[in-house]
């Protein structure tokens, strides 16, 4: 009788493909317990499809019909009952301080007539993927990049509509917003301590824009560089997992924050606050899994959060949720 053949674990497959320089989409879920990985056309076999800033396999993906590039999603809010219990745990946890940030995330259904093939490619983002029927992402948040040896991450924290007068005066002097940023500016330094060296602040809080429908947001960033190990393609798969879930959705301290996500927030995440990414032959880009929306039980379901500090207040975040459900269309 013939031993039943094993299947190749991830992160030998993300070895062979990174040794081999084939070019490859990853993708893990946000408590790392489903690790893919993929060759464009293997994914493509499989009905997932995705482009990350011009690099990807969705050229042979059937041209959506859909005529409509302001979708109306009609979102209904978890009550704020619900909510304000999660948000009420979560600020006696931060004033015992047993964390110090928080991101805080809830699921909200929508009444729409979209699919998430029409919405994958109607969206505007430079992470996009369509993950079968299953789930779809469209988000603004770099992960990581590797690029001749060293990695970059960009952190982003704090929002503002540009629509508000003095909005980037506002968004850098807020302080709310300040320290949130600070926060997980710290936590990704120290996490890439982990797995690189010279690990340092090249740019530190600048504003870009991103796309919100026909209106326009700033969004504070700060860009973070170390130096890999030179044999860094044997060890990238078990490097990267040593800095997942993400600081920008998790929070700071980590490990104690994920404990109290997992007591306050009423869903598991699964892919979402994940990470995907491609690694083109060369270079690696990744992407966190924020704008997210996916097929539950026959519904969509758009799943959004906030940063909570001590500085925060129920109303202000009750209502990020409503304003992060959007596609940002083409």
């Known amino acids: 009788m013939q031993s039943p053949i094993l299947l190749e674990d991830f992160e030998h497959k993300v070895t062979r493909f990174l040794q081999d320089e084939v070019p490859f989409l990853f993708i893990i879920d946000f408590d790392k317990t489903t690790k893919q990985a993929f060759t464009f056309e293997e994914a493509a076999k499989q009905n997932i499809y995705?482009?990350?800033?011009?690099?990807?396999?969705?050229?042979?993906?059937?041209?959506?019909?859909?005529?409509?590039?302001?979708?109306?999603?009609?979102?209904?809010?978890?009550?704020?009952?619900?909510?304000e219990k999660a948000f009420t745990t979560v600020?006696?946890?931060?004033?015992?301080?047993?964390?110090?940030?928080?991101?805080?995330?809830?699921?909200?259904?929508?009444?729409?007539?979209?699919?998430?093939?029409?919405?994958?490619?109607?969206?505007?983002?430079?992470?996009?993927?369509?993950?079968?029927?299953?789930?779809?992402?469209?988000?603004?948040?770099?992960?990581?990049?590797?690029?001749?040896?060293?990695?970059?991450?960009?952190?982003?924290?704090?929002?503002?509509?540009?629509?508000?007068?003095?909005?980037?005066?506002?968004?850098?002097?807020?302080?709310?917003?300040?320290?949130?940023?600070?926060?997980?500016?710290?936590?990704?330094?120290?996490?890439?301590?982990?797995?690189?060296?010279?690990?340092r602040v090249n740019k530190f809080r600048f504003v870009d824009k991103i796309k919100k429908g026909n209106q326009e947001l700033l969004q504070t960033s700060t860009e973070i560089q170390g130096e890999l190990p030179k044999n860094w393609k044997n060890e990238f798969a078990s490097l990267l997992l040593k800095t997942l879930?993400?600081?920008?959705?998790?929070?700071?301290?980590?490990?104690?924050?994920?404990?109290?996500?997992?007591?306050?927030?009423?869903?598991?995440?699964g892919f979402y606050t994940g990470i995907f990414g491609v690694f083109d032959g060369q270079n690696i880009d990744s992407a966190v899994s924020i704008r997210f929306i996916e097929r539950i039980n026959g519904s969509l379901i758009y799943k959004s959060g906030g940063g909570i500090t001590h500085l925060s207040e129920l109303e202000e975040?009750?209502?990020?949720?409503?304003e992060k459900i959007y596609v940002p269309t083409i």
């Open 245 to 269: 879930p993400a600081g920008s959705i998790s929070g700071a301290p980590k490990k104690k924050t994920l404990e109290i996500i997992s007591k306050a927030e009423i869903a598991p995440r």
């Open 91 to 199: 600020k006696h946890e931060l004033n015992t301080g047993n964390s110090f940030l928080l991101n805080l995330t809830f699921p909200t259904a929508l009444d729409t007539t979209v699919d998430l093939d029409d919405i994958y490619q109607k969206a505007y983002a430079p992470y996009k993927l369509l993950y079968k029927d299953k789930f779809v992402v469209f988000s603004p948040e770099c992960y990581l990049k590797v690029k001749d040896g060293n990695i970059f991450s960009y952190p982003m924290k704090g929002t503002i509509n540009s629509n508000v007068p003095n909005a980037e005066e506002l968004l850098l002097s807020n302080k709310k917003e300040l320290y949130e940023h600070n926060t997980i500016v710290d936590l990704i330094r120290n996490d890439l301590s982990m797995i690189a060296k010279k690990v």
């Open 50 to 83: 995705f482009n990350i800033k011009g690099i990807g396999n969705d050229k042979t993906l059937t041209k959506t019909t859909a005529q409509d590039t302001n979708f109306d999603l009609n979102p209904t809010l978890v009550s704020k009952e619900i909510y």
């Open 317 to 322: 975040e009750y209502q990020e949720l409503l």
